[in-house]
């Protein structure tokens, strides 16, 4: 019997996963019915993705400002 | 022990000449503490954006639900950025002494209460028209991000009453002071995010 190794199994699985359809990438929550939904979730996903950087750079840049 | 006429200004020079243009470890940590604090009602926010677009109809507040009181809640809102207001005039008069600070120190610790306690009665009258944390997820969503806030407001404002005497006496270090007025400036500028969100 053929023994494979890690670095196979891992590229047949993910060679595999992209044969699936393109409907099973998208989160059933988010992408499947009301468009308004969709939209909400991607606008805060976008607000959550960003929130964090902005707050982070903006803290680092006042403190530049500051000791510039 | 610092006579009451002691400038912040006075104090910082105290410690090194270039000292008061340095961050404070207070202020800065305060800053982090407050960045976590606004990922977290971020995290609410955000749950409750989706809820609220979620909801079957469309409508919100659900059916059967009582509706939020936008009126009073929006004087309580006043007030509450009256007590910013206050803050700040304090921090100003603070640099030419503290007894002069004191007087607006009291008033935005009053306002502070005050909010408190109209929020509380707010919450009373909403119980006793039925929206309670299993009402709804109107209800849920509503207690747990006023909730929240109301419990940041009640520390803030505690914090703000513990910086008073030490302020009265002339002892207070600026850097708690300022890292005081961080916090307070947080719980102020977070409210009307969370009324024009969940209120309106």
Redesign the interface.
């Known amino acids: 019997m053929c023994r494979l190794n890690f670095v196979s199994r891992f590229l047949i699985a993910v060679g595999g996963t992209s044969l699936i359809p393109a409907a099973a990438w998208s989160c059933p929550a988010c992408m499947v019915g009301d468009p308004k939904t969709a939209a909400t979730y991607f606008g805060m996903t976008v607000v959550m993705s960003a929130l964090p950087i902005l707050l982070v750079c903006g803290i680092g840049y006042w403190l530049w400002r500051r000791h510039s | 022990m610092s006579s009451p006429a002691t400038t912040i200004e006075s104090r910082v020079s105290e410690h090194a000449p270039d000292a008061g243009?340095r961050?404070p470890n207070s202020v800065l940590a305060m800053?982090?503490f407050v960045?976590t604090e606004?990922?977290f009602f971020?995290?609410l926010m955000?749950a409750h954006?989706?809820a609220r677009?979620?909801v079957p109809g469309g409508v919100w507040p659900p059916a059967g639900q009582p509706r939020l009181p936008v009126e009073r809640t929006a004087f309580n809102t006043a007030m509450l950025l009256f007590s910013g207001v206050l803050l700040f005039i304090s921090s100003r008069r603070a640099r030419d002494g503290y007894e002069k600070a004191r007087a607006y120190l009291a008033g935005a610790i009053a306002t502070g209460i005050a909010f408190v306690l109209l929020q509380g009665v707010e919450w009373v009258a909403l119980l006793r028209e039925g929206l309670t944390m299993q009402s709804s997820t109107h209800g849920a969503f509503f207690y747990l991000i006023v909730g929240a806030h109301a419990l940041h407001a009640v520390v803030a404002v505690a914090i703000l009453t513990a910086i008073y005497f030490p302020m009265r006496r002339g002892t207070l270090a600026p850097s708690t002071f300022a890292a005081t007025q961080v916090f307070w400036y947080f719980v102020v500028l977070l409210w009307p995010v969370i009324y024009l969100r969940v209120y309106l």
């Open positions: 243009k961050l800053i982090i960045v606004i990922m971020a995290a955000s954006t989706i677009a979620t």
